[in-house]
Antibody, heavy 117, light 107 residues
């Protein structure tokens, strides 16, 4: 069974940096593309970033391009999201997601990032 | 980016009702369409993938159909645990865009 556990969400001030982590288990981690998706409280889902299984390919939403960096450590079965120059608009629950059968997502429980002065 | 448009944005229904939610893609996505259910305070759960394939463990009252640009999620005989928000998502193009969600609440 796919299990994903995010961590690292805290309250930060605008302009600060933060790194989120996602610990994966229950599947062959290095074989799968992984994603980050975010959801501002009370709002809809916004795809943020993806990384291929071997880490060679990454893509970002325009809203985070140049500020966020996705990475993975296949030896540790872990996914990361380095977030720099945080803005109040980045406040959201951040979910890591495994892209499995049918290119559909299995989700972690999420971690809340609050950007506020 | 592919735009995904769900309708309605919200609906009120009673236990036992048949509910239909539609999702339209701005370009053809063949059948690379997934449906998720999200309850308050929880992460989304996969219901349907590939437009019509039921995820393991999901009750058979849920079904999906469609291809190209137009897709439907149907819940026959709505149950109390089905009151939630439903999202469609295309997985044909990057970025993997989502619909805005359809909230199903109790009439």
């Amino acid at each position: 069974e796919v299990q994903l556990v995010e961590s690292g969400g805290v309250v930060v001030q605008p302009g600060e940096s933060l790194r989120l982590s996602c610990a994966a288990s229950g599947f062959t981690f290095h074989s799968y593309t992984m994603h980050w998706v975010r959801q501002p409280p009370g709002k809809g889902l916004e795809w943020v970033s993806l990384i291929s299984g071997d880490g060679s390919t990454a893509d970002y939403a325009d809203s985070v391009k140049g500020r966020f960096t996705i990475s993975r450590d296949n030896n540790k079965n872990s996914l990361y999201l380095q977030m720099n120059s945080l803005r109040t608009g980045d406040t959201a629950f951040y979910y890591c997601a495994h892209e499995g059968s049918g290119y559909a997502f299995t989700w972690g429980q999420g971690t809340l990032v609050t950007v506020s002065s | 980016d592919i735009q995904m448009t769900q309708s309605p944005s919200s609906l009120s229904a009673s236990v036992g009702d048949r509910v239909t939610i539609t999702c339209r893609a701005s370009q053809t996505i063949i059948t690379y369409l997934n449906w998720y259910q999200q309850k308050p305070g929880k992460a989304p759960d996969l219901l349907i993938y590939g437009a019509s394939s039921l995820q393991s463990g999901v009750p058979s009252r849920f079904s999906g159909s469609g291809s190209g640009t137009d897709f439907t999620l149907t819940i026959i005989s709505l149950q109390p645990e089905d009151f939630a928000t439903y999202y469609c998502q295309q997985s044909f193009y990057s970025p993997r865009t989502f619909g805005q969600g359809t909230r199903v609440d109790i009439k």
